[in-house]
T-cell receptor, first 115, second 106 residues
Framework: QLQLRESGPGLVKPSDTLSLVCSVS????????WSWVRQSPGKTLEWIAY???????DYNPSLRGRVSMSLDASRNEFSLNLESVTASDSAVYFC?????????WGPGTLVSVPS | EILMTQSPATLYVSPGDRVTLSCRAS??????VAWYQQKPGQSPRLLIH???IRAKGVPARFGGSGSATVFTLTINNLQSEDFALYYC????????FGQGTKVEVK
C-alpha cells in the first residue's frame, strides 16, 4: 500500500530556504509523477511543483525562480526547496503522487515563517 | 491564471439527501477537472478526475459531470461521513483550486 510522509523543520526564518522531504513506501519513485502542494491556514490549495525522473520538473509560475524539486531513487524520496521565504509561505505542505492531480497524499507538515 | 469559482460556499443538508455542488471555470478547461474531499486536519482525498471518472475506491454515490466551464459534483444518498469540505480543481493550464464548498448538517 502506497504511503507518503513529509518531513522537515516546522519553523523557518524569513529569507531562509525551506527544505522538505517526502519519503515514499509501497511504490518505486521511478514509476510515477510526484508533486508538492500547500495550503495556507484557512485557505485553498496551491500546486507548487511536480516531477518525473524521466521528464524533469515543472513549477508554479508564481513561484518559479524560488522553488526547486528533486528525486532520490536510492532513498525512494523526493524533496522540495523554496528559497527566500516570507510569512506568506507559511502553510501545510503536502506531498502527493500525480502530475497535477493528487491520487495519494501524505498527511502534511506545517511550516511557519514568522513575520 | 484560471479562476475556479465554487457555489455555494456552504450547503446545509441531511443524511440521505442528494447533494449538488457547482464549480465554474473562468475559461474553458475542457474536462481537466478534479474534485477532492477534505476533512479537518486531513489531507485531500481525490474523488473524481477528468470531470467524471471516479478515483480508485470512491463509492458509486459520488458522480461528476461537466465540460468547458461548468462542472458539477453530485453525492447521492449522503452519508454521515460525507460531511466535509469539497474542492474543485482544474489542470488544463497548470493547476488551480476553487475556494471550496462546505457540506454541513442541517
Amino acid at each position: 500500500q502506497l504511503q507518503l510522509r513529509e518531513s522537515g523543520p516546522g519553523l523557518v526564518k524569513p529569507s531562509d530556504t525551506l527544505s522538505l522531504v517526502c519519503s515514499v513506501s509501497g511504490a518505486s519513485i521511478n514509476d510515477y509523477y510526484w508533486s508538492w502542494v500547500r495550503q495556507s491556514p484557512g485557505k485553498t490549495l496551491e500546486w507548487i511543483a511536480y516531477m518525473h525522473h524521466r521528464g524533469g520538473a515543472d513549477y508554479n509560475p508564481s513561484l518559479r525562480g524560488r522553488v526547486s524539486m528533486s528525486l532520490d531513487a536510492s532513498r525512494n524520496e523526493f524533496s522540495l526547496n523554496l528559497e527566500s521565504v516570507t510569512a506568506s509561505d507559511s502553510a501545510v505542505y503536502f506531498c502527493a503522487r500525480g502530475m497535477l492531480t493528487g491520487h495519494y497524499w501524505g498527511p502534511g507538515t506545517l511550516v511557519s515563517v514568522p513575520s | 491564471e484560471i479562476l475556479m469559482t465554487q457555489s455555494p460556499a456552504t450547503l446545509y443538508v441531511s443524511p440521505g439527501d442528494r447533494v449538488t455542488l457547482s464549480c465554474r471555470a473562468s475559461q474553458s478547461v475542457q474536462t481537466s477537472v478534479a474534485w477532492y474531499q477534505q476533512k479537518p486536519g486531513q489531507s485531500p482525498r481525490l474523488l473524481i478526475h477528468d470531470a467524471s471518472i471516479r478515483a480508485k475506491g470512491v463509492p458509486a454515490r459520488f458522480g461528476g459531470s461537466g465540460s468547458a466551464t461548468v462542472f458539477t459534483l453530485t453525492i447521492n444518498n449522503l452519508q454521515s461521513e460525507d460531511f466535509a469540505l469539497y474542492y474543485c480543481q482544474q489542470y488544463n493550464e497548470w493547476a488551480t483550486f476553487g475556494q471550496g464548498t462546505k457540506v454541513e448538517v442541517k
